[in-house]
């Protein structure tokens, strides 16, 4: 695709439930990075994958985040009993994965209400 | 890990220079990015400082000193359409190669008549 997509766009959900977010990058980027903004705030990071490498978890704010990517492509990010704090932004990332100085390209984004 | 700080509002007036500051602190240091950010979009690439001195891109410039742990982002010409959130982030280095991209809060800059 032209670009990093993301779905869907918006989800509300109730307090408990799990929800699963995905985000399809752009054609032959390695590097994907997830991240979450909440209202007026920056952007934190979630996770990082990189071509085969083990996935660097270490922005994960607690157990009940996962993240997946199938195939090299693909990724998913599952939240599971979902809290109220969870409510965000979620952005997707990816680039090229060669160079330390490749920009990030953005999806729109998941806008996550947990009522 | 690393630690980024800038200011988090900033207001400047329609033509005039503006210079938004970032300091950071890495255990590594792999690159310095600004992105520009306007409300409910996702972020765009502006620049990349890896070594000392200033990049120059249009009205926009980017200069960097490491061994001060600081950079800053410099709009000149101000337009009403570069109100937006102004974010620094960095990449650290480390033996096992890329680390992730790791964003300061941002600066919400307001640009007025």
């Known amino acids: 695709g032209a670009g990093v997509s993301q779905s869907p766009s918006n989800k509300v959900t109730e307090k408990g439930k799990d929800v699963e977010l995905r985000c399809d990058p752009i054609?032959?980027?390695?590097?994907l990075y997830w991240y979450r903004q909440s209202l007026g705030q920056g952007l934190e990071f979630l996770i990082y994958?990189?071509?085969?490498?083990?996935?660097?978890k270490s922005g994960l704010p607690s157990d009940r985040f996962s993240a997946e990517r199938t195939g090299g492509s693909v990724s998913t990010l599952t939240i599971q009993r979902t809290q109220q704090e969870d409510s965000a932004v979620y952005l997707c990332?990816?680039?090229?994965?060669?160079?330390?100085?490749?920009?990030?390209?953005f999806g729109s984004g998941t806008q996550l209400s947990v009522l | 890990g690393q630690n980024i700080d800038q200011p988090t509002e900033m207001t400047a007036t329609e033509g005039a220079i503006v210079q938004i500051n970032c300091t950071y602190q890495?255990?590594?240091?792999?690159?310095l990015f600004w992105y520009q950010q306007h409300a409910g979009e996702a972020p765009t690439f502006l620049s990349y400082?890896?070594?000392?001195g200033l990049e120059e891109k249009g009205r926009f410039s980017s200069f960097l000193s490491r061994s001060k742990g600081y950079s800053y982002l410099l709009l000149k010409e101000l337009q009403m359409k570069d109100s937006a959130s102004y974010l620094c982030?960095?990449?650290?280095?480390?033996?096992?190669?890329?680390?992730?991209?790791?964003f300061g809060k941002g600066t919400r800059l307001s640009v007025i008549a």
């Open positions: 994958f990189q071509g085969n490498s083990a996935p660097d």
């Open positions: 982030a960095v990449r650290d280095y480390t033996t096992s190669g890329n680390t992730p991209l790791v």
């Open positions: 054609s032959g980027h390695t590097a």
């Open positions: 890495t255990s590594g240091f792999n690159g």
């Open positions: 400082n890896v070594l000392d």
């Open positions: 990332a990816s680039s090229l994965g060669r160079t330390r100085g490749e920009k990030l390209f």
